[in-house]
């Protein structure tokens, strides 16, 4: 049964091949069978500083830890944005997200911002053998338009690549606040269909704004539109009472469905990006959970999700994969405490340090908007290290298309496979960084800001988020931190890496 799937997998690349423009197959019988499953983990707003392993206090990460531990624990990782949509673009499309003007944080209702044409890692897996799945987080927009929601919502995460998926819309603070299944909101009473606006209320309908006696959690800026679950959300819903998400279930859910998506296709090589919404706001661990790290509920989350890696991790075991299996962790952009509500992050911090160090933070052009805890693991073929090597999200597709000799034609990704394994210490020589639109230059172990308006810090979320009148330039070996700013004694240096950097991004 087996042998007659692989020769029908292999007569249809070989049909594939002829009529693929962008990726060329060479996959035989041998190849088929020895290609590794490849698992993207993907947390939301995980800081550089929040996980044991790289030195967290008062948040214990055991399972996230021994992944690190025996895998390549990266100190110099980048997500390709500071905000969570245009961070995603970059990872699944291997392009830098201010290449696309609609890359930046989207409502519920935003349209699919990526184009079903272009490559992306599943799309590129999938056409070689593959079986693509997204489970969790999406925020890279639905549909073309006015989505219906009480229809197909399409097109989505299975036009651009995904064999199976299961997500919810955008973020775990706006509407709609369901689960969407291959397309189709799931456990929907026809009876009663959804409507989501982000403009109006619907008439009657409570808003955290207006009912602050039904909230169990407070808003402290945005997130006052309606109430789900006692919570108040960015965006107005109305319907789709069954077919509503419960928040303290949620990271159960999405295990549950990431576990029985290996199950179902352990046989076959797979791809799995499992977007975890975790710490992002509103911080609702299951009970089970709470009181778990002393830190309130943005370190209990982060112990849930590590528990559930923990759970994730022992599924492949025991279902004898995980040996072939290439797992990658890391997280869509830095650390908040204060994201809009008020659930004691701030009070409750203690010793522990988010950003471990850095500047800055989630929104940020500083260092803390983009480098994040990445790690690397595969049981029995890395060895464990610690890599000092500049390494992007933006790599992880060129680099895993070298891992299953897939041709690809990529300007921002590039290879770095070696690295990525463990290999090689030899990391990329520059990345442009992105944060709300805004972008900055890393060249070695230089960065330079240039000169942006507005404030220097966003007060909300109590964030410097990197805007100066002035060139900033930060030697990042002696000065992590980005303390001193080195632009005036350095003026060529800033000449030559604003000429390089515009080289990349065009004037
Ligand atoms: C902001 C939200 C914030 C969060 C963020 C997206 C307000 C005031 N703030 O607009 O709470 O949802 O968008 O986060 O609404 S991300 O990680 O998905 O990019
Ligand atoms: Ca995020």
């Not at 390549?72 to 969570?84: E, I, M």
């Not at 890359?103 to 070689?128: V, W």
Request: glycine share 10%; with cysteine; charged share 25%.
């Amino acid at each position: 049964m087996k042998k007659l799937a692989i020769i029908l997998f292999a007569i249809v690349f070989v049909a594939c091949k002829s009529d693929n423009k962008t990726t060329t197959a060479t996959t035989n019988e041998a190849t088929i069978n020895k290609q590794p499953n490849i698992v993207i983990i993907y947390l939301d707003d995980l800081g550089y500083g929040d996980l044991g392993v790289y030195g967290a206090k008062g948040i214990k990460t055991p399972n996230i830890d021994k992944l690190a531990n025996e895998g390549v624990k990266f100190t110099n990782g980048y997500a390709t944005s500071a905000t969570c949509t245009p961070s995603r673009y970059g990872l699944l499309t291997g392009v830098y997200p201010w290449r696309n003007k609609d890359a930046k944080i989207l409502p519920g209702t935003a349209p699919l911002i990526i184009d079903t044409a272009q490559i992306t890692i599943p799309k590129m897996l999938k056409e070689n053998g593959y079986y693509t799945g997204v489970v969790g987080k999406w925020h890279l927009g639905l549909g073309t338009g006015l989505v219906d929601w009480n229809k197909k919502v399409t097109p989505g995460p299975n036009e651009v690549g995904f064999d199976y998926s299961y997500i919810m819309a955008a973020t775990q603070d706006r509407v709609p606040t369901v689960y969407i299944d291959n397309g189709f909101v799931a456990n929907l009473d026809p009876k009663d269909p959804i409507k989501v606006n982000y403009d109006k209320n619907f008439e009657g309908e409570p808003t955290g704004k207006e009912n602050p006696e039904l909230l169990r959690m407070k808003w402290h800026h945005g997130h006052n539109s309606s109430i789900i679950n006692g919570i108040p959300r960015i965006g107005y819903m109305k319907g789709g009472e069954s077919a509503k998400w419960i928040d303290e279930d949620m990271a159960d859910h999405f295990l549950v469905k990431a576990q029985e998506y290996v199950e179902a296709h352990k046989e076959e090589p797979f791809f799995l990006y499992y977007a975890m919404q975790q710490p992002h706001v509103p911080r609702t661990p299951n009970p089970r959970f709470i009181g778990a790290s002393g830190l309130g509920p943005r370190g209990d989350v982060i112990v849930e999700a590590d528990w559930a890696v923990g759970e994730f991790i022992k599924t492949l075991e025991e279902k004898g994969i995980l040996e072939n299996t290439l797992i990658i962790l890391s997280s869509d952009n830095g650390p908040v405490l204060n994201d809009g509500y008020f659930d004691d992050a701030v009070e409750k911090l203690g010793e522990h340090d988010p950003k471990g160090g850095l500047r800055g933070g989630k929104y940020s052009l500083l260092e803390a908007g983009t480098r994040v805890p990445f790690i690397t693991y595969w049981k029995g073929k890395i060895e464990p290290t610690v890599s000092d090597a500049l390494v992007s999200q933006l790599d992880v597709l060129a680099s895993i298309a070298e891992l299953t000799n897939i041709e690809v034609n990529t300007t921002d990704s590039q290879n770095i496979l070696s690295t990525l394994l463990g290999k090689s210490e030899r990391g990329r020589g520059n990345l442009v960084i992105e944060a709300t639109t805004r972008t900055a230059y890393r060249e070695g172990n230089w960065v330079m800001i240039p000169p942006y308006k507005g404030k220097a810090i966003n007060e909300l979320v109590n964030i410097e988020v990197g805007n100066s009148k002035d060139y900033q330039l930060y030697n990042l070996k002696d000065d992590v931190s980005q303390q001193n700013n080195l632009a005036k004694l350095n003026p060529e240096k800033i000449k030559d890496m604003v000429a390089n950097f515009e080289s990349i991004r065009g004037t």
